[in-house]
């Protein structure tokens, strides 16, 4: 009964700059992690960014130095701030949620949010 809830996403000039958010709301337990996937039409789903339960993060190569992602505890939300944006980053973005242990894990998914970069 957890539902993710994202916002921020739209259409902006290459160089431009856009920040995402996800909250989370309902029985929440425990959070593992939380972080964001991207999709575009032609190519592999691509893990962007991760902020696990002790505060470390990870990213991928294709965005290091440009985005950032951060959370906020007390409103169980998840940003990814996106800077210096390139066409390239035109996707859907995803955040998602992973909640419980070993045994339980259940990885839960926001709707998704257009992000359109032009040229």
């Known amino acids: 009964q957890v539902q993710l809830l994202e916002s921020g996403g739209g259409l902006v000039q290459a160089g431009g700059s856009l920040r995402l958010s996800c909250a989370a709301s309902?029985?929440?337990?425990?959070?593992?992690?939380m972080g964001w996937y991207r999709q575009a039409p032609e190519k592999q789903r691509e893990l962007v960014a991760v902020i696990r339960n002790g505060g470390s993060t990870n990213y991928a190569d294709s965005v290091k130095g440009r985005f950032t992602i951060s959370r906020d505890n007390v409103k169980s939300t998840v940003y990814l701030q996106m800077n210096s944006l390139k066409p390239d980053d035109t996707a859907v973005y995803y955040c998602?949620?992973?909640?419980?242990?070993?045994?339980?894990?259940?990885?839960?998914w926001g709707q998704g949010t257009q992000v359109t970069v032009s040229s």
């Open positions: 998602y949620l992973d909640s419980g242990g070993p045994s339980i894990a259940v990885r839960y």
């Open positions: 309902g029985s929440i337990v425990s959070i593992n992690a």
